[in-house]
C-alpha cells in the first residue's frame, strides 16, 4: 500500500468525538456493576460509549496507518502498526490491542454482553483511551 495524505481534520473529529464519549462515561464509572445488570438504560448508555471510544480509536489508527502505506488486514493489527510507525509504544499497544475484539463484540450484538467486563472497562480502563488520544495527539502535533 502506498502512503497516502493524513487528514488531521478527520483525526481530530475523532478525537473530540472520544473525548466527548470518554466525559460521558466518566460519569457512570464508580457505580456497582448490579446497576449495568438491572438498568436497561445506563447499560446501553455504557455499552455505547465505550463502543464509541473503541471504534473512534479503530477509525484513528487504521486511517494513520494507511497514510503511512501500512496494510492492516484486521483492527488489532492497526495499532500494531502504530507501534511500528512509532506512535504507539509495544506495551501500550499489547494492552490496548484488545479493544479492537472488545468492539467487534459490541457492534456485532454476539449473544450477550459480558457485563462484569464492561464495568470492568468503565471502572478501571478508560485511562487508556485518554492515553491513546495523547499519543495520537502527540505524532499529529509532530506531523502537522
Request: proline letters at 3%.
Amino acid at each position: 500500500m502506498s502512503p497516502g495524505k493524513i487528514d488531521t481534520q478527520t483525526l481530530r473529529r475523532h478525537l473530540a468525538s472520544m473525548q466527548m464519549a470518554l466525559a460521558q462515561l466518566r460519569r457512570h464509572a464508580g457505580r456497582p456493576v448490579t446497576l449495568l445488570q438491572t438498568d436497561l438504560d445506563e447499560l446501553w448508555t455504557v455499552e455505547r460509549g465505550l463502543q464509541l471510544c473503541a471504534q473512534n480509536a479503530l477509525d484513528l489508527a487504521t486511517h494513520i496507518a494507511a497514510s503511512a502505506g501500512r496494510d492492516v488486514p484486521d483492527y488489532a493489527s492497526a495499532f500494531d502498526a502504530l507501534s511500528a510507525i512509532g506512535v504507539l509504544d509495544p506495551v501500550f499497544t499489547a494492552r490496548f490491542r484488545a479493544i479492537a475484539g472488545f468492539r467487534n463484540l459490541l457492534v456485532h450484538g454476539y449473544i450477550e454482553v459480558d457485563v462484569p467486563r464492561l464495568h470492568q472497562l468503565l471502572n478501571q480502563r478508560l485511562d487508556d483511551f485518554a492515553e491513546f488520544a495523547a499519543k495520537i495527539t502527540a505524532y499529529l502535533d509532530r506531523v502537522g
